[in-house]
């Protein structure tokens, strides 16, 4: 992974608008307080798109992303340069360590579907580190009818098989879920707020 986005994250944000979408969606959808602070961690923030994104939007968000790529973070913390007090940058694995924040919101977007192996680990992690009420966002790929293109992406570390639904639906209460067409019909992508209710 580290080495994968070595060679990509200069290009990272010049390329993924073409593929990666419902992540304004999901941004915009998020119930985030405008009265009281509260804290967002984004697992696998990679350029830190969102992380700017949720900082111009919500200026009362505390926010932290976390990520395995060291050259992914590097351009994050240009893209958040104007926030120091808001934005921490943390290289990690996530759940190799304690998780460094107790986070209301736990976003991942298009981060789950390269955790494999991994996957299920990361969201029943997410469920431990949320507060009850706390709410995990995800945006990801869903599936694709194509063979070939599962394939492809694959070979770039995706998984999407309509994997992650079943159990985020089963780990958390679901509050909004919307899935949608790409490219055609290529693939479909998915965007998804779940709350956690109890233990
Ligand atoms: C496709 S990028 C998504 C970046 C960003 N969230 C976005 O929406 O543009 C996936 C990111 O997840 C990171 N990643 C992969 N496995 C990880 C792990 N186990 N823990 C933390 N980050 C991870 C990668 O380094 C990469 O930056």
Same mark, same amino acid.
């Given at each position: ?57 919500? &200026?009362?968000?505390?926010?932290? #992303?976390?990520? =395995?790529? !060291? ?6 913390? !240009?893209?958040?340069?104007?926030? &120091? ?14 998780? &460094?924040?107790?986070?209301? %919101? ?11 192996? #991994? ?18 966002? =995800?945006?990801? %790929? ?19 098989? #309509?994997?992650?639904? &079943? ?26 707020? #779940?709350? !956690?209710?109890?233990?």
């Amino acid at each position: 992974m580290r080495a994968y986005y070595r060679l990509h994250a200069r290009i990272y944000d010049a390329t993924r608008w073409l593929f990666l979408f419902g992540r304004t969606s999901i941004l915009n959808q998020l119930p985030v307080r405008a009265d009281r602070a509260q804290q967002l961690l984004e697992v696998g923030c990679g350029t830190g798109h969102n992380l700017r994104f949720l900082a111009r939007q919500f &200026p009362a968000l505390q926010l932290t #992303g976390l990520d =395995v790529s !060291k050259d992914m973070l590097e351009q994050a913390s !240009k893209a958040v340069s104007t926030f &120091p007090q808001r934005v921490q940058l943390v290289e990690q694995a996530y759940g190799a360590a304690p998780t &460094p924040v107790r986070p209301d %919101f736990i976003l991942f977007s298009y981060a789950l579907t390269m955790f494999n192996p #991994g996957w299920e680990q990361a969201v029943r992690r997410a469920w431990h580190d949320l507060p009850e009420g706390g709410r995990i966002a =995800v945006v990801d %790929f869903h599936y694709s009818p194509s063979r070939i293109f599962r394939w492809w992406m694959g070979k770039n570390h995706v998984r999407m098989d #309509g994997h992650l639904l &079943p159990l985020l639906q089963a780990q958390f209460r679901t509050e909004l879920l919307e899935i949608a067409p790409a490219w055609l019909g290529l693939w479909q992508y998915f965007v998804y707020v #779940g709350v !956690k209710t109890g233990s």
